[in-house]
């Protein structure tokens, strides 16, 4: 959460006691353009799991791969990091 709020980006945290099959619905009604999913396994490795606006889902991927995949986006203006896409 901080490392992308101190980068400029809106980020909200969802630490509510609800599935997190629920969460993410919830997050896609609402058009978030990425959801990033922290469960036990992600905390074990040290990663995260990302859902794509479009819908695709990278899994295991390093909160600093993704940081930087996504300042490349916002910089360039791109439409989704091409990093995360290949």
Known sequence: YQKLFSQGFRVELDLRNEKLNY???????????YILIIGEKEAQNQSLSVRLPRGKQVNDIKMESFLKAILEERDQRLLEPK????
């Open 23 to 33: 969460k993410i619905r919830e997050a896609q009604l609402q058009r978030v353009s």
């Open 83 to 86: 990093s995360l896409n290949e």
